[in-house]
């Protein structure tokens, strides 16, 4: 059982896998013993849910986007991952506030990193953050057109992969190539965190 709690987010673009590898995680941890509380952005709260529909409405300014995502995410932080962190969880997210950093960026040159850093300064940061890194293509042909959310073309992609990249080296965060087959990518994140855990 873990002696402190932790908090840890697997991000990345789109059709990455970073719900399959959030799954697996918080599965394999709670085969070590440890208290594991797994979660999502967008959360499940009424927000969260308006989120996914706007997510397909090419209509909605960036702008929103960002500010709904910030109003859910500071729900999610205070009402549900900071109560579970302070009961002892490793929490795991699948997303947090890097995707809002690069997805709503990248949509917008209006949009700078800082105003969106700003408008989440109320969330705390997770201890640690992997960045699934994919071929944009690889990833778009993981899903079916039913699927799709307005940014999720080929050329928005590439510059969403090109951003998360060097955020992931401004920050220092985990990039894990997520080409490959699925149990040796988890196996990698797998090691990270019990090396983390256990230093």
Request: proline residues 2%.
């Amino acid at each position: 059982m873990a002696e402190k709690s932790y908090f840890f987010v697997i991000d990345g673009i789109d059709g990455c896998g970073s719900t399959t590898h959030s799954r697996l995680l918080a599965g394999y941890l709670e085969s070590k013993r440890y208290k594991v509380h797994l979660t999502q952005e967008p959360s499940k709260s009424e927000i969260g849910k308006l989120l996914r529909r706007f997510l397909k409405d090419e209509r909605i300014h960036p702008s929103t986007d960002a500010l709904l995502f910030a109003a859910d995410r500071s729900l999610h932080y205070f009402n549900e991952i900071k109560k579970k962190l302070e009961e002892g969880y490793i929490v795991i997210s699948d997303r947090y506030i890097e995707s809002s950093i690069v997805y709503q960026s990248c949509q917008s040159e209006e949009i700078s990193v800082e105003w969106i850093k700003l408008i989440n300064k109320f969330v705390a940061k997770p201890d640690l953050t992997f960045i699934l890194d994919i071929d944009p293509q690889v990833s778009l042909a993981r899903k079916t057109n039913m699927e799709l959310e307005k940014f999720e073309n080929l050329d928005f992609l590439n510059k969403v992969r090109e951003l998360y990249n060097k955020r992931a080296e401004q920050e220092e965060y985990c990039v894990i190539d997520t080409d490959g087959v699925i149990e040796i990518v988890q196996e990698k994140i797998q090691k990270y965190v019990i090396d983390y855990l256990t230093k």
